[in-house]
């Protein structure tokens, strides 16, 4: 059965690139337009465009999307999402599905990808994890993007998550950020899509359901501490992730 479900999933994986690949051409002329539109409307188009583009993948693909929580959005505030990052294919949820326009901090390596990398740059804020010049400077574009009423996605753990915890340990620059510009974090808690790529294998892609949970915001009050909002957060999205399996 395990060999059985390896070969399909291989077949599957076929698939998913042809229409993926298909699909990205008018989608990468298509942002190649609107780096005419000045901030934050590009990012607003981008959105829209982003999301139309995954609805169709995910129909084609065979993979299924449910979200609850969008209620604890409220209209004109805009927070910093932070989500647990288990695969590739959390980028393509945050992005499209978060509601509002935003920007989701990302490493630089794949920005350098053709086609797909001009579509990765227009929704990301690129960090350079070997430059300590380029994490100051991506800090700054966090703050400028804030300032425009886009939310910021960050994934706090870093990189994938590979391990047989529920999360890995979370970096301070979310909870550093939050503290600085006093925007509300917003806790994100994503399923599944470890069913659908996931991490320790190559070429592999499973249709699944995935879901998107959002989580009340937490207010930042004076005398939190970056190290401690880290901590309270962590503790939040740990339990809800292991209650919610």
Known sequence: MHLIKN???R??????????????IPVGI????????????RTVIFQSISKIWMRIFFALSGCRLRVTGTKNFIKGQNYIVVCNHN????????????????KTI???????VPVFGLIYKRGSILLDRKNKNS???SFRKMKQVLAMGLHVCIYPEGTRNKTNEPMKAFHDGAFSLAIDTKK??????????????PPEKT???????????FLPPIQIMPEDSPEELKQRVFKIMAEYYTSHL
């Open 11 to 24: 077949l599957f994986a076929v698939w998913a690139a042809i229409i993926f690949i298909i699909t990205m």
């Open 7 to 9: 070969i399909l999933a």
């Open 87 to 102: 695969s590739f294919m959390d980028v393509p949820l945050t992005t499209p599905f978060i509601p509002g326009p935003n």
């Open 30 to 41: 298509a942002m190649w337009i609107i780096g005419v539109a000045d901030e934050p409307r």
């Open 184 to 197: 509300p974090l917003l806790p994100t808690l994503l399923f599944n899509t470890k069913k659908v790529l």
């Open 135 to 137: 994490r100051k400077d």
């Open 203 to 213: 070429f592999y892609f499973w249709p699944s359901k995935m879901e998107i949970h």
């Open 106 to 112: 990302a490493k630089i390596e794949i920005s350098r």
